[in-house]
């Protein structure tokens, strides 16, 4: 009869193992078994938004005099790393003087800066990047923290890899994507253990974006047992010292 319970609880924790497994993978609506291709549908550029630090180089036939424009440690027009856009959207250049950017992509306003400064250099070619383009990811992960990227390109999974990956612990299904876009907050709901997340148009962030990664029931078991096991040896302890103060006096 005892052989009988012990086989019995074998099993459930066997049982209990695989379907604790089948919530842990990736992507598990994916064909593994043959090669698969879809068109990347969802990219869209990243649009330069208020508070925004950019980058801002020129060159042109004339280099000595387009290199105000870039930045070094003694140019007044530029902060501490790049042009800061303004809360009316605008960034103060030289030369062109207040310039709306906000709502244009880097390369829209590469365009738009090249056409502004023929008026002032031969053949200019402007480069424009955000500086500050970062995504923050915390909760249940390895290494919870705000990410500066240098790529404007950047996804979900790139991001959580930044982090080091999902704990084991955590909910793969109940990922957040928090997103400020024109005065409004939203809340994304994310899985990741299906496929269709590299075609959501939220697949791809952008700027000041956050990822939020909810802990499973056994992150919370873990904590909550070993706070319990501190608790009884602190209230032991205690008892312990009051009763040997009792005896000494």
Same mark, same amino acid.
């Given at each position: 009869?005892?052989?009988?319970?012990?086989? !019995?609880?074998?099993?459930?924790?066997? =049982?209990?193992?695989?379907?604790?497994?089948? %919530?842990?993978?990736?992507?598990q609506d994916l064909d593994r078994s043959k090669l698969s291709?879809? *068109?990347?549908?969802?990219?869209? @550029?990243?649009?330069?938004?208020?508070?925004?630090?950019?980058?801002?180089?020129?060159?042109?036939?004339?280099? *000595? $005099?387009?290199?105000?424009?870039?930045?070094?440690?003694?140019?007044? $027009?530029?902060?501490?790393? /790049?042009?800061?856009?303004?809360?009316?959207?605008?960034?103060? =250049?030289? !030369?062109?003087?207040?310039?709306?950017?906000?709502? &244009?992509? #880097?390369?829209?306003?590469?365009?738009?800066?090249?056409?502004?400064?023929?008026?002032?250099?031969?053949?200019?070619?402007?480069?424009?990047?955000? !500086?500050?383009?970062?995504?923050?990811?915390? /909760?249940?992960?390895?290494?919870?923290?705000?990410?500066?990227?240098?790529?404007?390109?950047?996804?979900?999974?790139?991001?959580? %890899?930044?982090?080091?990956?999902?704990?084991?612990?955590?909910?793969?299904?109940?990922?957040? =994507?928090?997103?400020?876009?024109?005065?409004?907050?939203?809340?994304? @709901?994310?899985?990741? #253990?299906?496929?269709? &997340?590299?075609?959501?148009?939220?697949?791809?962030?952008?700027?000041?974006?956050?990822?939020?990664?909810?802990? /499973? @029931?056994?992150?919370?078991?873990?904590?909550?047992?070993?706070?319990? %096991?501190?608790?009884? &040896?602190?209230?032991?302890?205690?008892?312990?010292?009051?009763?040997?103060? %009792?005896?000494?006096?």
């Open positions: 009869m005892v052989k009988q319970n012990i086989l !019995l609880v074998l099993i459930i924790l066997f =049982l209990s193992a695989c379907s604790t497994y089948k %919530t842990i993978p990736y992507y291709q879809e *068109e990347i549908k969802n990219y869209q @550029p990243a649009v330069i938004q208020a508070s925004d630090i950019l980058g801002i180089n020129v060159s042109s036939r004339t280099p *000595e $005099q387009s290199a105000i424009f870039n930045y070094t440690a003694n140019n007044p $027009q530029s902060n501490v790393s /790049g042009y800061l856009v303004d809360s009316k959207g605008e960034v103060q =250049l030289p !030369l062109i003087g207040s310039l709306k950017v906000v709502g &244009l992509t #880097t390369n829209q306003l590469q365009e738009k800066m090249n056409q502004l400064l023929t008026t002032f250099f031969k053949d200019p070619i402007s480069n424009v990047r955000i !500086l500050n383009f970062k995504v923050a990811v915390y /909760g249940d992960v390895l290494k919870p923290d705000v990410y500066t990227v240098r790529d404007e390109k950047v996804s979900i999974t790139q991001a959580l %890899t930044l982090a080091g990956d999902l704990n084991i612990t955590a909910l793969r299904k109940n990922v957040v =994507l928090i997103r400020e876009e024109q005065g409004k907050r939203m809340f994304v @709901p994310i899985d990741l #253990t299906s496929k269709n &997340l590299f075609q959501s148009e939220y697949y791809y962030l952008k700027n000041n974006d956050q990822i939020y990664v909810q802990p /499973g @029931p056994t992150k919370y078991a873990s904590v909550d047992r070993g706070y319990r %096991t501190w608790s009884l &040896l602190i209230g032991a302890l205690s008892v312990i010292t009051i009763v040997a103060s %009792t005896l000494i006096k």
